[in-house]
């Protein structure tokens, strides 16, 4: 076995959620007096908690970020969520296998809030994979790009982080999974994987269908040759 455990973000890698969250943040950030295109509100936003651009959010919109505030915005995510959201196409049947091979060694270490993560995995099927190893960043003294999520996933496995695998999406993340230790493996199903590789992912691909391979599960079991 090459990797000791495999450590999954969850928005963009495990769950096609990324323009559904950002299309209610860009609703309400507009209602507050800030007007973005989503693909502009994504570029601020994706791979990063919202609190991390408080004073973004402060200054574009003349308004204080109050906890009444982000109580409305997680509310109408959820349910935006909880109607839409799907898994990553192929992620299902990728995680199985993987999951079977690493002999559920295994987690999803997120920068969103556990609520969430575990609300969309419920919801997408993905969870079972992952019970009891679900690990957000908001828990933690800092979260991406910092790499506090890995390190507590591969200490709950009893993983040395550097023979670990990191699956990423993100500039944020690969960068979090670099200061980890770990092996990145960047997916980029939009062609973004220059940025990935220059942010530290030794790999990057741009279908699930690729990571079992990757990980050298080879036929459900892991390839002793990678």
Same mark, same amino acid.
């Given at each position: 076995?090459?990797?000791?455990?495999?450590?999954?973000?969850?928005?963009?890698?495990?769950?096609?959620?990324?323009?559904?969250?950002?299309?209610?943040?860009?609703?309400?950030?507009?209602?507050?007096?800030?007007?973005?295109?989503?693909?502009?509100?994504?570029?601020?936003?994706?791979?990063?908690?919202?609190?991390?651009?408080?004073?973004?959010?402060?200054?574009?919109?003349?308004?204080?970020?109050?906890?009444?505030?982000?109580?409305?915005?997680?509310?109408?995510?959820?349910?935006?969520?909880?109607?839409?959201?799907?898994?990553?196409?192929?992620?299902?049947?990728?995680?199985?296998?993987?999951?079977?091979?690493?002999? #559920?060694?295994?987690?999803? %270490?997120? +920068? @969103?809030?556990?609520?969430?993560?575990? *609300? !969309?995995?419920?919801?997408?099927? $993905?969870?079972?994979?992952?019970?009891?190893?679900?690990?957000?960043?908001?828990?933690?003294?800092?979260?991406?790009?910092?790499?506090?999520?890995?390190?507590?996933?591969?200490?709950?496995?009893?993983?040395?982080?550097?023979?670990?695998?990191?699956?990423?999406?993100?500039?944020?993340?690969?960068?979090?999974?670099?200061?980890?230790?770990?092996?990145?493996?960047?997916?980029?199903?939009?062609?973004? #994987?220059?940025?990935?590789? %220059?942010? +530290? @992912?030794?790999?990057?691909?741009?279908? *699930? !269908?690729?990571?079992?391979?990757? $990980?050298?599960?080879?036929?459900?079991?892991?390839?002793?040759?990678?």
């Amino acid at each position: 076995m090459k990797f000791e455990a495999v450590l999954f973000d969850c928005d963009g890698v495990l769950v096609d959620s990324e323009l559904i969250t950002n299309g209610v943040l860009r609703d309400m950030l507009a209602e507050q007096g800030w007007h973005m295109t989503l693909q502009e509100c994504m570029a601020v936003f994706v791979g990063k908690a919202v609190m991390d651009e408080r004073a973004r959010i402060e200054a574009e919109t003349g308004k204080p970020l109050t906890p009444e505030w982000m109580a409305s915005f997680r509310a109408r995510r959820n349910a935006a969520l909880m109607e839409h959201a799907q898994p990553i196409p192929h992620a299902p049947e990728a995680i199985a296998r993987i999951h079977t091979a690493y002999a #559920g060694r295994i987690a999803c %270490a997120s +920068g @969103a809030d556990l609520p969430k993560v575990l *609300m !969309q995995m419920g919801k997408t099927g $993905l969870l079972p994979y992952f019970e009891g190893r679900v690990f957000s960043g908001h828990d933690l003294p800092r979260s991406k790009p910092h790499p506090d999520v890995y390190l507590a996933a591969a200490a709950a496995l009893g993983a040395n982080p550097k023979r670990c695998a990191v699956v990423e999406d993100t500039v944020t993340g690969v960068t979090a999974g670099v200061a980890a230790g770990a092996m990145v493996f960047g997916y980029a199903p939009q062609g973004e #994987g220059q940025a990935l590789l %220059a942010a +530290g @992912a030794a790999e990057v691909f741009d279908s *699930m !269908q690729a990571l079992p391979a990757l $990980l050298g599960v080879l036929d459900g079991a892991v390839g002793t040759d990678r």
